[in-house]
């Protein structure tokens, strides 16, 4: 089968939409599908046209963002071509314009869409008025005009009042984490003294793009929990913060303001091949999500749990209940520094931390192949009874 995929980025880029399409997609080429990836270019060291692990990338030029999506010229175009030799387009809300235009192309080459939903679009000040106005006229067609929609948890199905007029074809499937890949590991003392931990003090990670549009993952709460940490007579922890991104600066000031810049180091961004040890070195992960609206799954958890460590999280993510009912984390209140610090200091003081239950977690509920397996069944059914997009085309003009 050839499989279209279109996110707004793609690996080396990191973030949640995008580690979701690449693990999927080498799992996919794995099962002997065909995957081609059209997305934005982003960064000036990658290729326009390359393969990365069976997967063949196609990086269009950005002229600019929007709403935290790339805008890009040749889009329309491309993704028709592309389209007329795919026989399935898989593309990813909540960043709109790819996904619009995945589905538009859909609908003129006669080729089935399936959309992974992955949270809705909200924004802050006039940011949220613009997405008012997208989630009531763009995100409807858009949705109207696929034909099947995944969502990664069954409370999106439940609470979001957009995805409610399309139940018919809605299906859930788990993210999941490449288990072989994000294991427990012994990180020898060169590589910690290299990747900057602080053998002298507990280590906190935090893992997100650092923009005005990941603010919901909580890391001014975390600093403030942490400023609250640093004035018990206890050793205050490290706190490792990687990713890049606009508001880096901003996030660096904040730590000064509260007095706690000496105990965080601000990594920037983290090399694949670094990331296991970070997860894996730590004693804590921490991700206080604030939105249920924007927090889609929290795949960063899999993969510190995957990795060996425990948690710190809020009831937003998707993976709450399990870390609620098994020795694997703790979850705070959202929006609550107080109680975040206080869930860090019992978590770092608990010693029933179950490294094998964190492992099963992973590997019997969230494995990609059976990810891949069961989108693999949607991919074909979709292709054997695909709505009338002749139908739809005469609709929309």
Not at 18 to 26: A, F, N
Not at 58 to 84: C, H, K
Not at 176 to 192: C, H, I, Q
Request: hydrophobic residues 40%; glycine residues 6%; aromatic residues 8%.
């Amino acid at each position: 089968m050839d499989i279209l995929h279109t996110p707004v980025r793609f690996y080396p880029y990191i973030g949640g939409v995008e580690t979701y399409v690449h693990d999927l997609s080498k799992k996919l080429v794995k099962f002997n599908h065909n995957v081609t990836v059209v997305c934005a270019k982003v960064d000036e060291e990658t290729e326009r046209c390359e393969t990365i692990d069976g997967i063949d990338v196609r990086r269009l030029t950005s002229v600019g963002q929007m709403a935290n999506t790339n805008i890009t010229p040749a889009l329309p175009a491309v993704l028709i071509e592309e389209a007329q030799s795919a026989d399935v387009i898989h593309t990813h809300l909540p960043t709109p314009w790819f996904a619009d235009l995945s589905v538009l192309a859909g609908v003129v080459t006669g080729t089935p869409v399936v959309i992974t939903y992955h949270n809705d679009i909200v924004g802050d000040g006039i940011a949220n008025h613009i997405a008012y106005f997208y989630n009531q006229t763009w995100l409807r067609l858009t949705l109207r005009y696929s034909d099947r929609i995944i969502v990664t948890q069954p409370d999106y199905v439940e609470n979001s009042k957009y995805l409610s007029p399309e139940m018919d074809k809605i299906e859930i499937i788990s993210n999941g984490v490449d288990v072989n890949y994000f294991e427990p590991k012994t990180v020898s003392a060169e590589d910690l003294a290299r990747l900057g931990f602080d053998e002298s003090r507990p280590t906190l990670f935090f893992l997100s793009v650092l923009d005005g549009h990941h603010d919901y993952k909580g890391l001014t709460d975390l600093l403030e929990a942490l400023a609250l940490l640093v004035k018990e007579e206890d050793t205050t922890p490290q706190l490792l913060v990687g990713g890049g991104g606009e508001s880096k600066s901003t996030y660096e000031h904040r730590a000064a303001k509260l007095g706690v810049d000496q105990f965080v180091d601000f990594l920037g961004r983290v090399p694949e091949d670094d990331l296991v040890n970070y997860y894996s070195a730590a004693d804590l992960f921490v991700l206080p999500s604030t939105s249920s609206d924007q927090e889609g799954f929290g795949l960063v958890l899999l993969e510190a749990l995957a990795s060996g460590t425990p948690v710190v999280t809020t009831n937003v993510v998707g993976i709450a209940e399990e870390v609620k009912q098994n020795p694997v984390g703790t979850i705070a209140p959202k929006e609550n520094p107080e109680a975040l610090a206080s869930s860090i200091r019992t978590t770092l003081s608990n010693d029933e931390f179950d490294l094998e239950v964190a492992r099963n977690l992973c590997v019997q509920n969230y494995s990609w192949r059976a990810s891949a397996e069961d989108l693999e069944a949607i991919y074909e059914r979709v292709c054997e009874t695909s709505i009338d997009h002749n139908e739809v085309h005469e609709d929309l003009v």
